[in-house]
């Protein structure tokens, strides 16, 4: 999964599986910001294979968790908790908790999904898959206690898929609460009108009102916005949003830009900019933590802009945009090198001109893409528009691939 895992807003990467080396692999990536990762696994955490794992703030305190499910070494069934921790200087140190600790059932085959499902401001989490307790697949819905415990459901009221099918989540009739779906066979010999053999898809909403429970609140959007331009950058700043259910803390905050002259947009996670609904169920670790009260980027060139920011609550419901207008004037225009030009290629770029020069190929928000010297081929894997940078020469080259 992506996530900002040392909250500095740049995106990192964790993933587990079986590895080459041992059977609990588990990596954590983190991003140099100059388009590299660098191998920054620490090493009191593990991972699973035939599992999942997922990155979500299951404390509320800011910071992305891990939930690693799946088989460990000598086929145990694991349900592993690392609680995350951000010092001042970002670096990340984990916490390990137990499934004895935790009361989550360790499980084969599984996925994992982590919202808060009641509406109490807390995560929980739904849990496909096999333990080896004898109890067979099933989806297991955990809710969360102050304690920082989880305790299961055990009514079951939602249908149990085997290793064919697979759950998922998100916010189908956008009424804050998340709902989920599911789909595959039953796998489960329970006596039930479903057959063992039956593939349902169902989709289960969330509905606590026809039992008399309080609903999910939309959070408050960010008390003030700013947009002002530093150079050729973007800098972003907002107040904290506040939410009825979730603490500050567990808040996050998403982020669009709109050049209105253009109609350009960008949005951090896929969202309705003008309803705050957001467009998909699973990306919540995508957005901006409430460490964050800044962001910084590349503009789509001159223009009038405006700028939202929205908070997010810990069940995906997001507030209305929180705005600010700029406008992005005086913006360096780049130019044609004299002495060399771009050539395009089936598998991207070569500058031709004097040999071994440096070059570096940015994309449009200033990211390298890719780097080598001139009159070789640079690849690039997907097609753009590409700022061209060649060692020696004082203005750039903006080119089409």
């Known amino acids: 999964m992506f996530g900002d895992l040392n909250n500095d807003g740049w995106l990192d990467i964790e993933f587990s599986g079986y590895s080459d080396r041992a059977s609990t692999g588990i990596k954590t990536y983190i991003n140099k910001r100059d388009g590299s990762f660098a191998d920054e696994t620490p090493a009191n955490i593990y991972g699973a294979f035939q599992g999942q794992s997922t990155l979500a703030d299951i404390n509320g305190d800011g910071t992305l968790d891990i939930i690693s499910t799946g088989n460990g ?84 009221p939602v249908v149990p898929v085997n290793q064919d099918g697979g759950i998922n ?107 705050g609904k957001l467009k998909v169920g699973t990306d919540l670790q995508t957005s901006l933590s409430s460490a964050l009260n800044s962001y910084r980027m590349r503009v789509f060139g001159e223009g009038k802009y405006t700028v939202g920011v929205q908070t997010l609550d810990q069940s995906y419901a997001g507030s209305k945009f929180a705005t600010a207008g700029f406008s992005a004037t005086g913006i360096r225009q780049v130019a044609a090198f004299d002495h060399f030009r771009v050539v395009t290629v089936d598998s991207g770029v070569v500058i031709r001109g004097v040999d071994n020069h440096k070059v570096v190929v940015y994309d449009m928000d200033g990211r390298t893409v890719n780097t080598g010297f001139s009159n070789t081929v640079i690849p690039l894997s997907e097609k753009g528009v590409y700022v061209v940078s060649v060692s020696g020469e004082d203005a750039p080259l903006k080119c089409m691939y």
């Open 73 to 156: 070494d000598n086929w145990v069934c694991l349900a592993s908790l690392f609680y995350n921790t951000v010092d001042k200087d970002g670096k990340c140190t984990y916490r390990y908790v137990s499934e004895k600790e935790s009361n989550l059932l360790g499980v084969s085959r599984a996925n994992p999904l982590v919202a808060d499902f009641n509406g109490d401001g807390r995560m929980d989490m739904v849990i496909n898959g096999e333990p080896s307790d004898g109890s067979g697949y099933r989806n297991r819905i955990y809710y969360q206690t102050p304690e920082g415990k989880f305790v299961m459901d055990k009514s079951y």
């Open 169 to 275: 989540m998100g916010d189908v009739n956008g009424d804050g609460n998340m709902d989920l779906i599911v789909g595959g066979y039953v796998g489960t010999y329970d006596k039930a009108p479903d057959s063992y053999y039956s593939s349902p898809l169902r989709v289960y909403e969330n509905n606590p009102q026809k039992n008399g429970l309080p609903v999910n609140t939309f959070p408050e959007p960010p008390a003030k916005v700013t947009a002002t331009m530093e150079g050729n950058e973007l800098l972003i700043t907002w107040l904290p949003g506040s939410d009825k259910e979730t603490p500050e803390a567990a808040l996050r905050y998403n982020i669009y830009v709109r050049n209105e002259t253009t109609g350009e947009l960008y949005t951090m996670i896929p969202v309705d900019i003008e309803t």
